[in-house]
């Protein structure tokens, strides 16, 4: 069964920092692109970031560029997203993509 688990979100100041993780079961995250997508509310979602099967390529949106980063581990099966300098219009939803999958998402909100 293909699943995706994602948890690390949370409640943070401006300027702070997360790692949200994305948990994968019945695939290899180093056999497909994997991304994390965010949704805020009454907005369409964003794609955030991907990290490509061939050499482990990353690509991110304009909008968080510099200030996410993308990344997996092969021996847990799990994709981050380290997410630092962290704003108000940062708050959203996020949730991991792959593999024919969609895990249910993790609320992170930025907030003083």
């Known amino acids: 069964q293909v699943r995706l688990v994602e948890f690390g979100g949370g409640l943070v100041p401006p300027g702070g920092s997360l790692r949200l993780s994305c948990g994968a079961s019945g695939f290899t995250v180093v056999s497909t692109d994997m991304s994390w997508y965010r949704q805020a509310p009454g907005k369409t979602p964003e794609l955030v970031a991907t990290?490509?099967?061939?050499?482990?390529?990353?690509t991110y949106a304009d909008s968080v560029k510099g200030r996410f980063t993308i990344s997996r581990d092969n021996t847990v099966n799990t994709v981050y997203l380290q997410m630092s300098d962290l704003k108000i219009e940062d708050t959203a939803l996020y949730y991991c993509?792959?593999?024919?999958?969609r895990g249910r998402g993790t609320q992170v909100t930025v907030s003083s």
């Open positions: 993509g792959g593999g024919g999958a």
């Open positions: 990290i490509k099967v061939f050499l482990g390529g990353t």
